[in-house]
């Protein structure tokens, strides 16, 4: 395992869709987040997972947005009835709790484009 | 007022050159400091991190932490183009949400 890995790479819809992304942590790692960006801006946090309970959801994210990590491996984000302002960079990344150092580590990402 | 703040440049040196790039914070919890480099349409890729006052030097990069006055920097030594990207600081309090600037654009000119 040599990183994290994210699918699709891209994904183009049409207004109105639902999406539906994965991610695959390191494979030791008790943790894995979702981060938003958009060009110009850095990572927005969305949510995040320790094992399988998601421990924290950002305001920022809507009810048409859900995450589930339903084993404590891989993670799925689904956005519902898709909307041009969610196109954007949806990075995943993911860590082993070591105290103050909960260093992250990010996947390739996936690139949405909302038509 | 943003949480990360960093100015987003471009900040353009020299090949050879020691490149510097700052970063402020707002809420004093923060415990801990990374920096990443992300080149563009690229994901942010882990430089290092840093949690005690001072320096932590690592190659030719060195991460520098001030507490007192909430300001992280980070110290590109021999600056080459290949360190031409967006470098993010980020800051996390106890909880670990991670908040990011929006990054600093570094163009090292050959």
């Known amino acids: 395992d040599t990183g994290v890995s994210q699918d699709p790479r891209h994904k183009i819809t049409k207004r109105g869709q639902n999406v539906t992304f994965r991610c695959d942590p390191i494979?030791?790692?008790?943790?894995l987040y979702w981060y938003r960006q958009t060009l110009g801006q850095g990572p927005e946090f969305l949510t995040y997972f320790q094992n399988e309970a998601q421990l924290e959801k950002s305001r920022l994210l809507s009810d048409r947005f859900s995450a589930e990590r339903p084993k404590g491996s891989f993670s799925t984000l689904e956005i519902q009835r898709t909307e041009q302002g969610d196109s954007a960079m949806y990075l995943c990344?993911?860590?082993?709790?070591?105290?103050?150092?909960?260093?992250?580590?990010f996947g390739p990402g996936t690139r949405l484009t909302v038509l | 007022q943003k949480e990360v703040e960093q100015n987003s440049g471009p900040l353009s040196v020299p090949e050879g050159a020691i490149a510097s790039l700052n970063c402020t914070y707002s809420d004093r919890g923060s415990q801990s400091f990374f920096w990443y480099r992300q080149y563009s349409g690229k994901s942010p890729e882990l430089i290092m991190f840093?949690?005690?006052?001072g320096d932590k030097e690592d190659g030719r990069f060195t991460a520098q932490l001030n507490k007192a006055s909430q300001y992280v920097s980070l110290l590109i030594r021999d600056s080459q183009p290949s360190d031409s990207a967006t470098y993010l600081c980020?800051?996390?309090?106890?909880?670990?949400?991670?908040?990011f600037g929006t990054g600093t654009k570094l163009q090292v000119i050959p």
């Open positions: 494979s030791e790692h008790n943790r």
């Open positions: 980020a800051a996390t309090g106890g909880y670990q949400k991670v908040t």
């Open positions: 990344a993911s860590s082993f709790n070591k105290g103050l150092a909960d260093t992250q580590y």
């Open positions: 840093i949690y005690s006052n």
